[in-house]
């Protein structure tokens, strides 16, 4: 059964440094990753989604990397600002319908 | 062009009540998605429609039933609340690209 991991659970950064997220999971077999990020009360909105042939995919100030051999991707959010604070999940597409599996997600902080 | 919604956005129920979650998506999707997510689990998946007319089981199916109405709705049932359906149920929907659009989801507590 694929399990998908990120750690640390929460991180509290001073504004204008970079972040960066780890998602890990158990089986190499995936279709895509997807990160979300997920404000408090809120529903999950996507950020980047990579295929699983590729290496990486940017947007702004964000860029998400997949090694999927060695079943890990890390999320890097250059010049955090006090609006990122958010938790932001990672999840892996296990099957042609659509299936994901999450993670817990990363709580993050940035501080002033 | 509202997304996904979802309703109610809050509910009480008490043990062995019954209610439908409603979800509505206006993309013209084919897939929709039924998750609940606790404290510190992520999201799993509870119920999934790969086009209208079909559903099927995700991880965690027991206590609820789904109803793919048409295209746009697909409903949430708990025929018999449990405390332990207490939890936060988001609704997504996937069209032919790869992203899921989720709802704002419906914070259930069951007492």
């Known amino acids: 059964k694929q399990e998908v991991t990120q750690i640390p659970a929460a991180l509290s950064v001073p504004e204008g440094e970079n972040l960066v997220l780890n998602c890990s999971f158990t089986?190499?077999?995936?279709?895509?990753l997807q990160w979300f990020r997920q404000d408090p009360g809120k529903g999950l909105t996507s950020l980047l989604l990579?295929?699983?042939?590729?290496r990486e995919q940017t947007s702004g100030r964000l860029n998400a990397s997949l090694d999927k051999s060695s079943g890990r991707s890390t999320l890097y959010i250059a010049a955090s600002q006090p609006g990122d604070s958010a938790t932001y999940l990672c999840?892996?597409?296990?099957?042609?319908?659509?299936?994901?599996?999450f993670g817990a997600g990363t709580q993050v902080v940035v501080t002033p | 062009n509202a997304g996904v919604t979802q309703t109610p956005k809050f509910q009480v129920l008490k043990t062995g009540q019954s209610m439908t979650l409603q979800c509505a998506q206006d993309m013209n999707h084919n897939s929709m998605y039924w998750y609940r997510q606790d404290p510190g689990m992520g999201l799993r998946l509870i119920y999934y429609?790969?086009?209208?007319?079909?559903?099927d089981k995700g991880e965690v199916p027991n206590g609820y039933n789904v109803s793919r109405l048409n295209k746009r709705e697909f409903s949430l049932r708990l025929e018999s609340a449990a405390p332990s359906q207490t939890s936060v149920y988001f609704c997504?929907?996937?069209?032919?690209?790869?992203?899921?659009?989720f709802g704002p989801g419906t914070r259930l507590l069951v007492l």
């Open positions: 997504a929907s996937r069209g032919n690209q790869e992203t899921q659009y």
């Open positions: 089986d190499s077999a995936i279709y895509n």
């Open positions: 990579i295929q699983s042939s590729q």
């Open positions: 999840a892996v597409k296990t099957d042609s319908w659509g299936k994901l599996q």
């Open positions: 429609s790969a086009s209208e007319g079909t559903t």
